[in-house]
């Protein structure tokens, strides 16, 4: 007897473990965030194009994706059993044995199956089935065993019909498990066995040898079934799921029981080896629940297999060593290029070097004051008075027009020098531009940089307002030629203080003391200046200001062969600076761009891989090894 002093209390009742969620349902959501994310990376603009065969296969495995994420998002996933052969193996006739009755067209005269056939449970809303499935013929079944399998009968893989041919290759993709049918005559013709190998990757196959009873012959030799499964050995299925049947004898018992309900029991006088009701049962009880899950899983897992694997080919390659090759072979080109057109433009500068001379000398008389100056301005309007300028100039009147150019200080040097760089770019500097890009192109590709990346942006620098460009580094070599020859360093500098000092003081000095003497030997010594000694106010600072100018153009010249030379040099450098400013940086923009674009690929794989190994981590176990070649 227990103590009634004593009471024991309850033991706290144990919470049961909440089921864990369905895997493939689990799997829906993730699928679809892969499928949004494939498709907006084929969406994207890139550097490195997709081909179009590329792009196709891309977004036929989005689809894919797509499809198996639809179909996964139920309580009870369907499973689509596709016959897939040629004509004449008995598909239809399989498929009416397997219904226990007349569903399917089977025809004798010609076998060939034109309208593919969807048999499923009638407890099966149509909007269930996929897309592709509803357009199908439909037939409805009661049979249990097959509540969760939708089997379909589709067009003949070598039908003479391309419409036929393209019916199958659109209802592949919905199948989870192809079950490959042949005959004696027909289990490896060509045809089916290039599909085969293209879908293997993606499908679960099982294999039918119908019209069994015409296998066993007893002639020597392999018999079909064994020729049949050494080839699949040889395609890494080493234990493949090959049943041996003769449909037409079963069809034929189920018409004879006269109902399409309740299957006929086994015909008799059938071949060793015949394995109909085996498939049979395989249908209906060997995939189970479990085994659907597992063939949804396992496609799902291929799928993503393959999806990797093509986005794996088309990562962008790294270009970043080649870039640096074809930068530094650009870089001596474009130096070249560079001089050769400053050589070009200077020519074309040439016959105006008087007018250059002329401007380069009215900036350095800024420098003067007096009576210096004023000799310097006299001369000069007098050495301009000659200047053919205007006449020697074709487009001078142009340069001209609305306003009158008494003297060069009013000189556009901006507009001649456009006129010039317009001049040379229409004989010369046009072309060179097109030759050079076709030049960098062929040393691009010489250096193993894809032609296809660098077409697009050089076209588009080619194409660039290299006139104006050019003007622009005219002016600027110029104007740095100018304050080198109008400010000097070194001793030059020196020299021409100490002369522009003295020649701005010494005129006027001699002015004022010619002057002076003239006026103390006129008051003190009662001379009478004559008119020679006048003159002599106007001649000995005259003289003073020759001699000084003399010096000028002695020992600082301004002449057109110094200023070509300094001027070709400074020209050079910017056409140079410019044309690197725009060209070199192509290579290292689309290297740049590629290693994006690579790291959104290594994204995309890695966010693949990341939900097959959560999927290859949570399946189960299930007898489905055999219907999956290594």
Known sequence: MSDVGTTES??????????????????????RGLERQVRSWLDTRRKFPLTMLQRAELEGLAEDIRRQAEALDVEKPLLVIMLMGGTGVGKSTLLNALAGGPIA?????????????????????????????????????????????????????????LANREKLKALLPVADIVLYVGSQEKYHDRLGWDLFKEQRSRRAFAFVLNKWDRCVTGESGLRPDEDLLKDLKAEGFANPLLFRTTAQVWLDAGIKAGSAVVLPPKPTGLIEGEQFALLRNWLELGLSRLE?????????????????????????????????????????????????????????????????????????????????????????????????????????????AGGKVETPVEWNLGVFIQECARTAGERVLDQRTTALVNRLLVEGDQKGFPLNLLNDPIAMVGRLDWRE???????????????????PTGWRRMLRGTLSMLANIAPELSLIATAGVILFNFIVNQQTPG??????????????VIVFHLLILLLLPIRWPAIRGRFLARLGNRLSEEMERVYLPIPGEIALALVDERKRVDELISDTKKVSDWLTERQQAAQVSELYGT
């Open 10 to 31: 309850p033991p706290a009742p144990i919470a049961p473990e909440e089921p864990p969620p369905p895997l493939l349902r689990t799997l829906a959501p993730l699928l």
């Open 105 to 161: 067209q089977a025809s004798f005269t010609r076998p060939t199956t034109r309208d593919p056939v969807v048999y499923f449970h009638h407890s099966i809303r149509t909007d269930r089935l996929d897309p592709a499935l509803r357009l199908c013929r439909l037939a409805q079944h009661d049979r249990e065993g097959l509540l969760q399998k939708v089997i379909v009968d589709t067009p003949d893989l070598d039908s003479n019909e």
């Open 292 to 400: 659907i899950e597992a063939v949804k899983a396992r496609g799902v897992g291929q799928l993503l297999t393959t999806m990797a694997r093509v986005v794996d080919s088309v990562r962008p390659p790294d270009l970043s060593d080649e870039a640096a090759k074809v930068r530094d072979s650009w870089r001596k080109t474009l130096g070249d290029e560079a001089r050769v057109q400053a050589e070009v433009l200077v020519g074309t500068l040439e016959p105006y070097q008087t007018e250059v001379e002329h401007h380069f000398s009215v900036e350095d008389q800024q420098r003067f004051r007096g009576l210096m100056a004023a000799y310097l301005r006299l001369t000069t309007r007098l050495r301009y008075a000659g200047s053919s300028l205007r006449d020697s100039i074709p487009f001078a009147g142009r340069l001209l």
């Open 469 to 487: 460009r050019v003007t622009r580094g005219v002016i600027d070599a110029l104007g740095e030629v100018e304050r080198e020859a109008t400010h």
């Open 531 to 544: 008119l020679f000694e006048m003159s002599l106010i106007l001649l000995i600072p005259l003289t003073v």
